[in-house]
């Protein structure tokens, strides 16, 4: 049981981390990015290209990072700017099917030019003790990335300048503009930090499992699915859904089966909404 | 509702003309169920904002639930279709009256809808005694009647489709369908001037979720065998919303030019395999950023201006 739940942390960590991006964009201007799963998926094959050019691990991950970075800026400056332009509600919609359509666009793409390709890195080593149980390596070094990075998150939202100017653009979109702050620049910004973060996610699950060209739609869904349980906007309340999500997800599979755990995520997010559309930790608009 | 007799005139000379050629029926008769879907989605979607993801799920659950009626219990074939439909219609009732009473958005009635779908996708592949998972099932009963014919099949879906535009008009020109639009006005206008909002937006979801019940259950008895995919998110709804936007949301006949104009691309498309994804990822793209209106209405502001 504890290597079960074990396993359910390290999982719902990397949930976390990719629920995380896609509550800051929609918390910043209302897009629901579907094609966010597909961005991971970017930073995994440009990786997973890299690394079978032979360019050493690191580099091979740093470069399918800041790959999913660069699409992430493409898309914001060529689609996002026109959707922001709308009011909120067309926005809302408008960004859906946007984002539906590009995610269509990265996947036929990919998976016509590399239809076999996935990522799976390697981290050698034995396993490690923890409270008793085997660890691999891999699921280790996963999860203390995911840790950092999102602890890095908290950090830059409280302490920093611009991560404070990104919070008051949540709060008061009209009131941050009366003190200087230019909240298309800080969107833009969100939207990269946000496919950095699915690069990130794919990085990190590479190290424990598979990342195959197919995976984005599967992603995608998951951050959905963290993202309502959270709480949409909420960066804590992500990492406390993917978690608990996570938890559930290795547990449930574990003991009942995969396909009922499926229908139980999706349950966990349709409720959420029905019974406490806030989520966990967000906030009553 | 002259619009739609010239509809049924026109689509009923199709077989005349495509023959007796087995291939080029059954895509017509693709093409009619799709045009049924899109009408659907427009009662449900076009006219009351209520973005139901699950169009493709809810007419699955018309196709297995009727097949299983038909097959396993032994029930006469109407019998299983309306009963299959009824229940599809109540879910769909359900997912709207859960939306009016919680003030559900569009954002969260898409997730919980597109939750739906994925459930019930699940389901299929998980409960593989009463669906064949993803091996598919062969639905026996149908076999005997008209509903497998080439042209008595297009004729049957043909009159389906007839049967939803006109009840879509006779919607719109109700006093519900004044009602409807509106609310999709202004919403709180049309509950000052005494409209009852909630009442009429889980009516469209009745309508819209019985429709597709329907044509999903026709559809299976139609084939003869059913898989997840024939239902699936990404085959069926993905697709109604392209018709959809390309013909234009809340018209009348942009479903059908939609579903038309789709069946016959999708089937030049056929030899370029993955880049026809790119190419519907394009199309949504450019459509929704561009023609949001759709052919439709575009097209009958041109003709407006040329007789003016």
Redesign the interface.
């Known amino acids: 049981m504890t290597a079960v739940v074990l396993d359910g942390i390290v999982l719902g960590l990397q949930f976390g981390l990719l629920g995380v991006g896609l509550t800051l964009v929609y918390g910043l201007g209302g897009v629901l990015n579907l094609a966010h799963g597909q961005l991971a998926v970017v930073a995994a094959i440009a990786a997973a290209l890299a690394l079978g050019a032979g360019v050493p691990a690191g580099v091979a991950a740093l470069g399918g990072v800041l790959m999913a970075g660069l699409v992430g800026l493409i898309l914001d400056a060529s689609l996002m700017r026109s959707v922001y332009r709308q009011p909120t509600e067309g926005r809302v919609l408008l960004g859906l099917l946007l984002t539906l359509g590009v995610s269509f666009v990265i996947a036929g793409f990919l998976v016509w030019q590399f239809p076999i390709e996935a990522l799976s890195l390697n981290i050698g080593g034995g396993a490690v003790e923890l409270l008793g149980v085997r660890m691999r390596r891999g699921s280790l070094l996963a999860s203390a990335i995911a840790l950092v990075a999102g602890g890095a998150l908290l950090a830059f939202f409280r302490l920093s300048t611009l991560g404070r100017a990104v919070r008051s653009v949540i709060q008061d979109e009209e009131g941050a503009k009366l003190v200087g702050i230019n909240p298309a620049s800080i969107r833009t910004f969100i939207f990269v930090l946000s496919a950095i973060l699915a690069g990130l996610v794919a990085i990190t699950r590479s190290m424990t499992s598979p990342v195959p060209v197919t995976a984005g739609i599967d992603l995608t869904i998951l951050a959905l699915v963290v993202t309502v349980v959270g709480g949409l906007g909420s960066v804590p309340g992500a990492f406390v859904a993917g978690i608990l999500l996570g938890i559930v997800n290795t547990v449930s599979s574990f003991y009942i089966g995969q396909y009922i755990t499926s229908i139980v995520l999706l349950a966990a997010a349709a409720l959420t909404i029905v019974l406490r559309p806030s989520g966990l930790l967000g906030q009553r608009p | 509702m002259r619009a739609i007799l010239a509809t049924g005139a026109l689509l009923s000379l199709v077989p005349l003309w495509l023959g007796d050629s087995r291939f080029l029926m059954g895509l017509a008769i693709g093409g009619l169920v799709f045009a049924a879907y899109a009408v659907a989605f427009n009662v449900i979607f076009g006219e009351t904002k209520q973005?139901f993801l699950c169009v493709g799920a809810l007419a699955g659950v018309g196709g297995y639930l009727s097949a299983n009626f038909a097959d396993r219990a032994g029930w006469p074939l109407p019998a299983s279709v309306v009963a299959a439909a009824l229940i599809a219609t109540g879910l769909g009732g359900l997912f709207s009256w859960?939306a009016v009473r919680?003030s559900?958005?569009?954002?969260?009635t898409?997730?919980?809808t597109?939750?739906?779908s994925?459930?019930y996708a699940?389901?299929l592949?998980?409960q593989r005694t009463f669906t064949g998972g993803e091996n598919g099932l062969a639905v026996a009963s149908g076999s005997e009647t008209a509903i497998r014919g080439h042209a008595s099949a297009y004729y049957l879906f043909l009159a389906v489709l007839l049967t939803y535009l006109a009840v879509y008009r006779l919607l719109q020109r109700s006093h519900v369908g004044w009602a409807f639009r509106s609310l999709r006005d202004d919403e709180q206008a049309a509950e000052l001037a005494g409209v009852n909002v909630s009442r009429y937006r889980i009516q469209a979801g009745l309508i819209g979720s019985a429709m597709l019940g329907l044509a999903g259950a026709l559809l299976a008895h139609h084939e003869g065998f059913i898989t997840p995919s024939t239902y699936a998110f990404?085959h069926v709804d993905?697709r109604v919303?392209v018709m959809l936007?390309f013909g234009g949301i809340g018209t009348l006949l942009g479903p059908v030019l939609g579903a038309a104009v789709f069946t016959i691309t999708d089937e030049l498309l056929v030899g370029v395999?993955?880049?026809?994804?790119?190419?519907?990822?394009?199309?949504?793209?450019v459509l929704?950023?561009f023609f949001?209106r759709g052919a439709i209405p575009a097209l009958t502001s041109r003709l407006r201006r040329l007789r003016a």
């Open positions: 973005l859960v919680r559900l958005d569009v954002i969260f898409g997730i919980v597109l939750a739906f994925l459930s699940n389901l592949l998980g990404g993905v919303l936007a395999g993955q880049l026809r994804e790119v190419a519907y990822g394009l199309l949504v793209i929704f950023l949001r």
